[in-house]
T-cell receptor
C-alpha cells in the first residue's frame, strides 16, 4: 500500500514552453502533497506544500508564477513549470501524506520526474 | 536554527563489512526522524523511522538505527553490507517552522560498496 506515482518519468521540452507533472496517490487519499526539487548529487529541497482544495504554500525563493501547483482532488496534485528555461532542468519528486495514517508526518514519495529543458 | 547534518558525503565499504552512517540533528524537542534510500534516478524509499518509544529501530533490508538524545544523533547501521546497498542515503527530520511542519533532509551520504 501507500503508492505514489508520477507522470511522466522523463520529459524533454524546449525553452519557453510549459510542462505539467502529475503526482497521484494510488491507494490512499492525500490531503497534503509536497513537491521537491533535487539537483544532481544534492539533497531534496522542498518547493511547496499543497493541500487539497486550497492554494499551495511555497517555500522562500520559489517562484509561484513559474511553478504552478494544483491539488484539485484527494489523489492528484500537478506541478506546471511555466516558460521553462534550461536552469529549470532538474529532478522533481512529489510526496503525499496519507489522510488516514496514524503515523504523524510520514510521507510517501513518488519515483520522480526528470525534466530537461533544451 | 533547527537542522539535520550528515557529516559524511561519501563512504566506501567492502561487501560483507559493517556500516554506520551518521546523522545529527539540532532541535529542542524530540524530533521525528527518518532514514531514506535513493538509488540513481529513483525516488526515495523509507528504511525506518523513529517517533517515540524504543530508541533502537529496526527497518527494512536489515537496517537499524539508534536514537541517542544525549548525542542528538540517529545513526543508521547494518551489520553486513551487500553490493545492492550502494545508493544515496538521506536522514530527514520533521522540523517546525512556527506555523507548519516540514520534512527537512540532510545533504545525503553516498555509499559505495566494493566487492
Amino acid at each position: 500500500g501507500a503508492v505514489v506515482s508520477q507522470h511522466p518519468s522523463r520529459v524533454i521540452c524546449k525553452s519557453g514552453t510549459s510542462v505539467k507533472i502529475e503526482c497521484r496517490s494510488l491507494d490512499f487519499q492525500a490531503t497534503t502533497m509536497f513537491w521537491y526539487r533535487q539537483f544532481p548529487k544534492q539533497s531534496l529541497m522542498l518547493m511547496a506544500t499543497s493541500n487539497e482544495g486550497s492554494k499551495a504554500t511555497y517555500e522562500q525563493g520559489v517562484e509561484k508564477d513559474k511553478f504552478l501547483i494544483n491539488h484539485a482532488s484527494l489523489t492528484l496534485s500537478t506541478l506546471t513549470v511555466t516558460s521553462a528555461h534550461p536552469e529549470d532542468s532538474s529532478f522533481y519528486i512529489c510526496s503525499a501524506r496519507d489522510r488516514a495514517s496514524g503515523a504523524p508526518y510520514e510521507q510517501y514519495f513518488g519515483p520522480g520526474t526528470r525534466l530537461t529543458v533544451t | 536554527a533547527q537542522s539535520v547534518t550528515q557529516p559524511d558525503i561519501h563512504i566506501t565499504v567492502s561487501e560483507g563489512a559493517s556500516l554506520e552512517l551518521r546523522c545529527n540533528y539540532s532541535y529542542g524537542a524530540t524530533p521525528y526522524l527518518f532514514w531514506y534510500v535513493q538509488s540513481p534516478g529513483q525516488g526515495l524509499q523509507l528504511l525506518l523511522k523513529y517517533f517515540s518509544g524504543d530508541t533502537l529501530v529496526q527497518g527494512i533490508k536489515g537496517f537499524e538505527a539508534e536514537f541517542k538524545r544525549s548525542q542528538s544523533s540517529f545513526n543508521l547501521r547494518k551489520p553486513s553490507v551487500h553490493w545492492s546497498d550502494a545508493a544515496e542515503y538521506f536522514c530527514a527530520v520533521v522540523l517546525y517552522t512556527g506555523t507548519a511542519s516540514k520534512l527537512t533532509f540532510g545533504t545525503g551520504t553516498r555509499l559505495q560498496v566494493t566487492l
